[in-house]
């Protein structure tokens, strides 16, 4: 039984806080919800954004896995929700540069459509600045709808795109 949950920043908070202190804040925060516990943190990743958006800010990205009795998954992303709004996360547009981003990836391999969460998270298995950090933290993990182990989801990604490196901290 696992939880997974993504973090990611490119900008500032609103006290003007780094993106890497943001998600480290996050982290530490993610270990005080009720009933959960922190089991591992990935390395934290330095990332172009996906899409590219030209003048936007690298991101820093990483993975958190948790374990314990997350309650109802709507009131667990509300809890995230809370988390990133404050760090003063804004929603101007879609994939718009952010404070803080944490996206519930994974779920005791909870499958849902809706209401949201959506799980597993709709998007995490085309995104390399998602699965290089979880694979730190879940190596042996696999996807519960297409069934496929975190290595073989990596390596269907495209090549083109710029691999995470991870930050010397
Ligand atoms: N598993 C999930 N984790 C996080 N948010 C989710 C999940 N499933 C659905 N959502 C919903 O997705 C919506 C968009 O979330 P958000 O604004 O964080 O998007 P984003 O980070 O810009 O893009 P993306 O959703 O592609 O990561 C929110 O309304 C949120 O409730
Ligand atoms: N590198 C990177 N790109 C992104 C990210 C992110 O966390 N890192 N998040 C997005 C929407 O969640 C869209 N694009």
Not at 57 to 82: I, K, Q, S, Y
Not at 100 to 127: S, T
Not at 141 to 163: C, K, Q
Request: charged share 20%; net charge neutral; aromatic share 4%.
């Amino acid at each position: 039984m696992v939880i997974l949950i993504a973090l990611g920043a490119n900008l500032p908070d609103v006290a003007g806080k780094p993106p890497l202190e943001t998600c480290q804040a996050a982290a530490a925060a993610l270990d005080s919800l009720p009933g959960l516990r922190l089991r591992a943190l990935s390395r934290w990743y330095r990332t172009q954004p996906v899409p590219p958006l030209p003048g936007a800010p690298t991101f820093v990205n990483g993975v958190a896995r948790l374990e314990g009795d997350a309650g109802d998954p709507v009131a667990l992303l509300a809890a995230l929700h809370a988390i990133e709004e404050r760090a003063g996360r804004l929603r101007p547009f879609p994939n718009a540069p952010r404070t803080l981003d944490l996206d519930l990836i994974d779920l005791h391999g909870l499958c849902r459509e809706a209401p949201d969460p959506v799980l597993p998270h709709p998007r995490a298995h085309l995104r390399r600045f998602v699965l290089q950090p979880l694979r730190d933290v879940a190596p042996a993990w696999v996807h519960p709808v297409l069934r496929r182990p975190v290595e073989a989801l990596l390596a269907d990604l495209p090549t083109h795109e710029a691999t995470p490196v991870p930050l010397q901290i």
